[in-house]
Each structure stands twice: as C-alpha cells, then as structure tokens.
C-alpha cells in the first residue's frame, strides 16, 4: 500500500490545531509543521496541540520552514498527498509595526512551500492538493458587499498586502508548474483556541477581569464572521473537491454582523451587559466585511452550520475553562 500522509504547516495554530485534530479523528497520518515563534505565547500553542500529539498518528516537527534546505523540505513532503498550508504572520494591527516579519513568514515562507511543491510534482509523486489558507483582508474596503472573488482586491493593511502576494505566487505556481493549488479567504475566524489578539478572546476576557471591552471606531463596522468548525469542514471538502484547482474560494459566515449587535449577543452570552469603552479606530482595519459564498457553496458544499450565537457559546466556555 502506497504510505501517503496529510501536510500541515502551522499545525499549532489556533486553525490549525483543530485541522490536526479533524483529519486525525478522520484516521488520517499528519505530519503537523511548527515554529512555535513568539507573535503570542508559544505555552497556548502547545495547549493547542497537546492531544493529538499524544496520537501515533500525528507527528509534530518544531521547525522554521524558512530556514529548512530544499533536501529538509523534500522529505518533508515526500509522502505529502495533501498539503495544508496554514503557517502565517497574522494580525492586521501588528503588521504596521514589523513588516519583515509579515514578508517572511507570508511571502518567503509560502514561496518556499511551492518551490518543495513543485518538485514534488513528479510521475511518481502524491500530491494531489494544496491547500492554501487565504483571507478576506485581501478585500480591504470593497467595493461591493457581498463581495465575490472577483472582486478587485484593495488590502488597507501591510498583512493583507502579503498575503495577497502569498495568494498570486500559489496561483502562478499552479498555473506554470501544475502545483494543484486552491485558496480559501477566511472571514473573521473565531472559536476555541482563538488567538489572544483577536476580538471575541479579548471581548470575554475583558467581561472575565470586570473591564471596558475596547471598541476601536463607533462600534458600526461589520463583519462576516465563521466559526472554526465551518472553517474546516470548508478545508476538508477543499482537499478532495472536483475543479477547485487554481481557484479562490471565499468561506465566510454567509451574513454580515455590526460589532454593537455582536455585543449584545456577548451580554446575552455573558449574562450580563459589559461595559463598553470607544476608542479611535486603527489603522488597516476594513469598514466592512461580508463573503459572497456562492462559488462554496458550489464548488465544495459548504454551507455554515454554526450561528453566532452558538459559537460565542462555544468560546466562551472554553475561555472560562482556560482560565479557572
């Protein structure tokens, strides 16, 4: 039997650890990448990770893709039939702040990645997927809402400007090299294991601790947000789906909240009304965010299952349990 495995870079992630955690319950062998760097405390991405490394079928490499030699990252990939490449320099805020960072870990890290892809693609190779973790802050302020892939991206932020280019490069390589690309555009990820910088973790913790949550702009600003688990139910299809090679894909909530709605919903959730404190609005953070799913719905069958509500729930009691 031919030994085939599943690629996962940014396997500690907070996307990734739960892809790692799907494709294992699913009797997948993944190989799960990882450089643990400091963008946030590496101690929660070990948290992360911690049960399905104590699986056989999971093998956790702790390396910097970008420092690997070409021979490192071909027998990394040797018996890859799909890659998942997650692996990233995220934040929009943070990303005005150290650019280098963000052209490393988005641009050079993914580059990296196509190159060991584009050997791979041998009569004798495996893969047969490579599935790129895109975003929505490609958009910027759109010029439609919904907005469809075909919309002209205009990202307000040094991150969304790399990973725009992380995008074209795998585009470029699957339409000169064959490397059978598909890139999701994630809106406004949220769930266990969010990351500690982001929203909805910062809004709970805030609600924990007796705070201000801090709202930047008038609190009007909209957002599609998609909880984890539709997320990768969406990379999961990705992965065997027909004619989604050399495509983009947006995977999104399928409607657009305002922030002051969301609130009410985290008051609700809470079980009290928490206060609010506005503070001026930052610098590459898009007015407005919504995902036309059409092609997902498609082209992969994705349909979102998870309302707000619930996935507030849902991360609301693991921040509760992260912090008794």
Same mark, same amino acid.
């Given at each position: 039997?031919? =030994? ?32 643990? &760097?400091? &963008? ?17 079928? %999971?093998? #956790?490499?702790?390396?910097? *893709? ?25 934040? *929009? ?7 280098? /960072?963000?052209? =490393?870990?988005?641009? $050079? #890290?993914?580059? +990296? ?14 893969? +047969? =997927? ?6 929505? @802050? ?11 892939? $075909?919309?002209?991206?205009?990202? !307000? ?14 585009? #470029? ?5 064959? *490397?059978?690309?598909?890139?999701? =555009? ?14 909805? &973790?910062?809004?709970?913790?805030? /609600? ?16 599609? %947000? ?11 299809? @990705? /992965?065997?789906?027909? +004619?989604?090679?050399?495509? *983009?894909?947006? !995977?999104?909530?399928?409607? +657009? ?16 009304? !928490? ?13 407005? $965010? ?8 498609? #082209? ?6 998870? $309302? ?17």
């Amino acid at each position: 039997m031919t =030994r085939v495995s599943i690629l996962v870079t940014g396997a500690a992630g907070f996307i990734g650890s739960h892809l790692c955690d799907a494709l294992v319950a699913a009797g997948e062998r993944v190989v799960g990448v990882d450089d643990f &760097n400091p &963008n946030y405390d590496p101690g929660l991405k070990r948290g992360n990770i911690a049960e399905v490394d104590s699986n056989p079928r %999971f093998t #956790l490499v702790e390396r910097d *893709v970008t420092t690997m030699s070409d021979d490192e990252l071909d027998a990394l990939m040797r018996d890859a039939g799909v890659i998942y490449h997650l692996a990233a320099q995220a934040g *929009v805020r943070a990303s005005w702040d150290d650019f280098d /960072a963000y052209v =490393r870990r988005n641009i $050079t #890290l993914t580059h +990296r990645m196509l190159e060991a892809a584009r050997r791979a693609m041998t009569p004798s190779g495996k893969l +047969r =997927r490579f599935v790129l973790a895109s975003t929505s @802050s490609i958009y910027g302020d759109a010029e439609e809402l919904p907005t469809a892939e $075909t919309s002209r991206p205009l990202p !307000v932020s040094p991150y969304g400007v790399t990973k725009l280019a992380a995008e074209r490069l795998a585009l #470029l390589y699957s339409a000169n090299f064959g *490397v059978p690309v598909v890139a999701l =555009r994630l809106f406004s990820v949220y769930g266990p294991r969010q990351r500690p910088d982001m929203g909805f &973790n910062l809004f709970f913790r805030s /609600a924990i601790e007796g705070a201000p949550i801090a709202i930047f702009g008038d609190g009007r600003q909209t957002r599609d %947000f998609t909880y984890v688990a539709d997320v990768i139910a969406a990379m999961l299809a @990705s /992965a065997t789906a027909d +004619r989604v090679i050399g495509e *983009v894909v947006n !995977v999104g909530g399928g409607h +657009r909240v305002s922030l002051m709605d969301v609130l009410d919903v985290i008051d609700d959730v809470v079980g009290r009304s !928490v206060e609010r404190r506005f503070t001026g609005a930052m610098k590459g953070d898009a007015r407005h $965010t919504a995902a036309d799913i059409t092609k997902a719905r498609k #082209l992969l069958g994705y349909s979102p299952a998870i $309302t707000l509500a619930q996935g507030l729930r849902a991360e609301w009691q693991w921040i509760r349990a992260s912090v008794a």
